[in-house]
Nanobody, 115 residues
Framework: QVQLVESGGGLVQPGGSLRLSCAASGTISRIRTKAWYRQGPGKQRELVAALASGGDTNYADSVKGRFTISADSSKNTMYLQMNSLKPEDTAVYYC?????????WGQGTQVTVSS
């Protein structure tokens, strides 16, 4: 079964940037949506950004203008560019791929925004 592996998390100061990557261990067919979710301390998991197969994107209001979702199909990899980070962006970030047959989740990567 294909696995998703995130990388790129870490500690960053407020106002800084990080780029998260999510690499699939193999090819996933009939992808419908690629997305990033996050779960902050004591909070429910929430959708951060989504990329539909047709190219449409959708962002949570709290990250619009600061985060960008993208993907490189040739590398089976998706990305989340995060700029102007705020302490409230601190969370475990998960990548997610929904296909017509199965849903795939990454294991999560910690992002901490603190001075």
């Amino acid at each position: 079964q294909v696995q998703l592996v995130e990388s790129g998390g870490g500690l960053v100061q407020p106002g800084g940037s990080l780029r998260l990557s999510c690499a699939a261990s193999g090819t996933i067919s009939r992808i419908r949506t690629k997305a990033w979710y996050r779960q902050g301390p004591g909070k429910q998991r929430e959708l951060v950004a989504a990329l539909a197969s047709g190219g449409d994107t959708n962002y949570a209001d709290s990250v619009k203008g600061r985060f960008t979702i993208s993907a490189d199909s040739s590398k089976n990899t998706m990305y989340l560019q995060m700029n102007s980070l705020k302490p409230e962006d601190t969370a475990v970030y998960y990548c997610f791929i929904k296909s017509w047959f199965y849903d795939y989740w990454g294991q999560g990567t910690q992002v901490t925004v603190s001075s």
